[in-house]
Nanobody, 131 residues
Framework: QVRLVESGGGSVQAGGSLTLSCSIS????????LAWFRQVPGKEREAIAS????????SYSDSLRGRFTVSRDTAENTLYLQMNNLQPDDTAVYYC????????????????????????WGQGTQVNVSS
């Protein structure tokens, strides 16, 4: 069973930065579709970034306006989300999700519309941004 554990959330002032981590444990796979989501109470969970490790293709929500960067440490099997110039609207619970794969397939079901179907999810980490 693949297990995801997020960390790094906390409280920052507007304009500050945070780096979230998502530690991936369990059976080891060669490739992943990885994604970050966030959710505000009363709203739907939204995808904000993804990384397809077969091609190292990064994708981001247009709403981020280039402030967030996704990366992965292969040796530690950890996914990161570097968040800069945080704003109060970024306050949310942040989740990571994964689809592990033994081999690459075209697209890898890692298209933006497919991300909500990723089978493995972490428990979330809270980010609070004050003005």
């Amino acid at each position: 069973q693949v297990r995801l554990v997020e960390s790094g959330g906390g409280s920052v002032q507007a304009g500050g930065s945070l780096t979230l981590s998502c530690s991936i444990s369990g059976p080891q796979y060669n490739y992943y579709c990885l994604a970050w989501f966030r959710q505000v109470p009363g709203k739907e969970r939204e995808a904000i970034a993804s990384l397809y490790t077969c091609t190292y293709r990064e994708s981001y929500s247009d709403s981020l306006r280039g402030r967030f960067t996704v990366s992965r440490d292969t040796a530690e099997n950890t996914l990161y989300l570097q968040m800069n110039n945080l704003q109060p609207d970024d306050t949310a619970v942040y989740y990571c999700a994964a689809n592990p794969m033994s081999f690459c397939v075209s697209g890898g079901n890692c298209g933006w519309d497919a991300l909500m179907g990723l089978p493995y999810w972490g428990q979330g980490t809270q980010v609070n941004v004050s003005s």
